[in-house]
C-alpha cells in the first residue's frame, strides 16, 4: 500500500508555456502533500507543502505565481508551472505523507516528472 | 534553521566490505531522522528511521546527538545495495531535508 503517482512522467514544451503535474495518493488519502525539485546530481529541494482545501506554503526563495499549486482533493494535489522557461527544466518530485494507518511521520514518493522547457 | 550533511558524494567498497556513509544534521530541537534509499530508475524509497531502531536489508543506523549523527551502516555490503543514498531530518515542521546524497557502488 502507500502508493504515490505521478503524471505525466516526462514532458517537452516550449518556453512560454504551461505545464501541468499530477500527484496522485492510489490507495490513501494524503491531507499533506510535498512538492520537490532535483537538479542533476543534487539532493531534493522542498519547494512546497500542499494541504488539503488550504493554500500551500511556499519555501523561501520559491515563486507562487509561478509554481502554481493545488490540492484540491485528498487523493490529488497539482503543480503547474506557468510561462516555463529553459531554467525551470528539472526533476519534479512529489510525496504524500501519514497514510491513517502509518504510525511513523513518514512520506511515500511519486517516481518524478521530467520537465524539459525548449 | 535545519541541516543535513553527507560529506561523500560517492563511495565505493567491494562486495563484504563493510560499509559506512556518514551523516551529521544541525537542529536545535528533537529530531527525526530517516535514510532514504533510490535505486537506479526507480523512486525515493523510505530505508529506516532511527525511531524505530530496526534493521533493514542489514543495514543500521545509531542516532547519536552528542555528535550529532546518524550514520548508515551494514558489516557486509552486496552488489544489490549499490544505489543513492539519502539521509533527511524532519523537525517540528514534520517536512522533510535532505542531505546531497551518497552514491554507493558495490563492487563484484
Known amino acids: 500500500g502507500a502508493v504515490v503517482s505521478q503524471h505525466p512522467s516526462r514532458v517537452i514544451c516550449k518556453s512560454g508555456t504551461s505545464v501541468k503535474i499530477e500527484c496522485r495518493s492510489l490507495?490513501?488519502?494524503?491531507?499533506?502533500m510535498f512538492w520537490y525539485r532535483q537538479f542533476p546530481k543534487q539532493s531534493l529541494m522542498l519547494m512546497a507543502t500542499?494541504?488539503?482545501?488550504?493554500?500551500?506554503?511556499?519555501e523561501q526563495g520559491v515563486e507562487k505565481d509561478k509554481f502554481l499549486i493545488n490540492h484540491a482533493s485528498l487523493t490529488l494535489s497539482t503543480l503547474t508551472v506557468t510561462s516555463a522557461h529553459p531554467e525551470d527544466s528539472s526533476f519534479y518530485i512529489c510525496?504524500?505523507?501519514?497514510?491513517?494507518?502509518?504510525?511513523?511521520?513518514?512520506?511515500?514518493f511519486g517516481p518524478g516528472t521530467r520537465l524539459t522547457v525548449l | 534553521a535545519q541541516r543535513v550533511t553527507q560529506p561523500e558524494k560517492l563511495l565505493s567498497v567491494f562486495k563484504g566490505a563493510p560499509v559506512e556513509l556518514k551523516c551529521n544534521y544541525s537542529?536545535?530541537?528533537?529530531?527525526?531522522l530517516f535514510w532514504y534509499v533510490q535505486y537506479s530508475r526507480q523512486r525515493l524509497q523510505l530505508l529506516l528511521r532511527?525511531?524505530s531502531r530496526e534493521s533493514i536489508k542489514g543495514f543500521t543506523a545509531d542516532l547519536n546527538k552528542g555528535e550529532t549523527s546518524f550514520h548508515l551502516k551494514k558489516p557486509f555490503a552486496q552488489e544489490e545495495d549499490s544505489a543513492m543514498y539519502y539521509c533527511?531530518?524532519?523537525?517540528?515542521?514534520?517536512?522533510?531535508?535532505f542531505g546531497s546524497g551518497t552514491q554507493l557502488t558495490v563492487l563484484p
Open positions: 537542529y536545535s530541537g528533537s529530531p527525526e
Open positions: 533527511a531530518l524532519s523537525g517540528s515542521a514534520r517536512q522533510l531535508t
Open positions: 532511527h525511531i
Open positions: 500542499s494541504n488539503e482545501g488550504s493554500k500551500a506554503t511556499y
Open positions: 510525496s504524500a505523507r501519514n497514510p491513517p494507518r502509518t504510525a511513523y511521520n513518514e512520506q511515500f
Open positions: 490507495d490513501f488519502q494524503a491531507t499533506t
